[in-house]
């Protein structure tokens, strides 16, 4: 009983001893959590993935203007509105 208590605190405190620098930045910093983020990315070996990412968000950004430009013109009116005349 009392190893497997001990098991679960010893593997609780590995676990606060991984996550402990990020979860650091996240509460320190403003924009802690792509701070946090680039730090495990960078840790693990897997920075050098997200050097396209840049190209893939100007894509992403690029067709969303596109779209817009088009819901835009789309709900430009016809004419202009002129008020009924009176009968005077």
């Known amino acids: 009983m009392a190893s497997r208590i001990q098991d679960k ?3 609780l ?3 606060l001893r991984k996550a402990g620098p990020y979860v650091v ?15 495990y990315m960078h ?3 897997q920075l050098h993935k997200l ?3 840049g190209a ?5 950004l690029k ?4 779209s817009f430009d ?4 789309v709900w430009q009116p016809f004419g202009t509105l002129q008020p009924p005349r009176s009968g005077r």
């Open 63 to 66: 067709a969303a203007g596109k």
């Open 9 to 11: 605190l010893s593997g």
């Open 70 to 73: 088009q819901m835009a013109s």
């Open 51 to 53: 050097r396209d990412v």
């Open 13 to 15: 405190w590995r676990l």
């Open 25 to 39: 930045l996240e509460v320190v910093l403003p924009g802690g959590t792509l701070f946090a983020f680039l730090l």
């Open 56 to 60: 893939m968000a100007r894509g992403v």
């Open 43 to 45: 840790r693990s070996g």
